[in-house]
């Protein structure tokens, strides 16, 4: 970046609290990825400060004395802003911009920012906007009766309606459209993904923390030539593509949008339909950093959010990425979890073992049943060779008796046949029902 365009950075203070049960050093990590954010969002960290409390002051937060020493320190170092690690309420925010003398923001406003810088599509352009509105909603503010608006007439006399009262109904009326729109795309999402189911095909999900790798990942198995920077947030809307597993079976493998810690609700929301995609796949991907310094803590932090969007149940596979980076050693990771693998999807190191373990899964997710198959129907015994998993082959006096994992679309195919065992909606599919 040139000198010219770091002279239009703003320059920042960053303000973090360690309330019990967070500690110190976590509050330090938190600060940390604040400063990328902030510097993603395009501004410099000027100064920083973290403070120890027992609880939140209800005012300002960290107290009256502290703000004050914040509003001495921002006068010292020229700073633009000060951003808090931590959520401020309205009624907070108003306090400490009157003390500072400058504006004050929490960690939500800088997320929202980035996205909005991020946002290509008109899908994800309009779930920003209804973030970033929802966020902004409970923070308008006044500017006194001078702005009021008078109506005649008997009833109506006095101050009348206020500019807030005006600004917060357009808020609300723009919030109802942009939520009808955003039902509309989800209604269209919903019918794509149900012809998907119809046709059988499995899904799989890139997850992980922003900037773990899920981009370079997925051009990496797919050829998807989505954008790839070192920065957090650089691919917000989805992408879906083909991938081709080694057995020959293909699935639609989808990159999301990274998580972080603390991760605004608003965004939560506003992406639920796009979160939906998560939900709703056979297998999650998680990608995590190796070379992070908190990697096990942000594997928490995105199965916290997992959590949040209903996709805890969805089974999970971890990949421990960027093993290329110097000082990475994937030995003790793959320990602590057993079944991960370790990939490097800038370089393609570990890409063949993790479509094998992909493979794997989804086919250990298959039903196990039991056939009867005539020996007049060898099409059928070559079919279940061909496309799933015989785990027992027998031949009785009727028939060949076979034992066999299958996907659900062979099994639907074959269902005849079956005379054992749990079909993919879990249901027993014995004739006895026993």
Known sequence: MSLIERSFRERIVLVGVAIPPVGVDEAEAGMDELSRLVDTAGADE?????????????????????????????????ADTVVFDNELTPAQQRNLERILGRTAIDRTAVILDIFAQNAHTQEGKSQVELALLRYRLPRLRGKGKGLSQQAGGIGTRGPGETQLEVDRRRLVRRMTKLEAELRQLERTRRTQRRARQRSRQRAVSLVGYTNSGKSTLLNRLTDAGVLVEDRLFATLDPRTRRLDLPGGEAVVCSDTVG??????HELVEAFHSTLEVVSESDLLVHVVDLSAPDAESQIDAVRRVLADIGAASVPELLAFNKIDRPGTDPSRALTAHPGSVAISALTGEGVDGLLVAISDRLRALDPVVEMAVPYERGDVVAAVHREGEVLVESHEETGTRLRARLEPATLARLRPFVVAGRDAGGSDGSEDGS
Request: hydrophobic content about 35%; cysteine-free; charged content about 35%.
């Open 259 to 264: 998580f972080v810690r603390k991760l605004p």
């Open 46 to 78: 000027a100064a920083r400060v973290l403070q120890r409390r027992d609880q939140p002051d209800p005012a300002t937060y960290v107290g009256k004395g502290k703000a004050a020493e914040l509003h001495q320190l921002s006068e010292e170092v020229d």
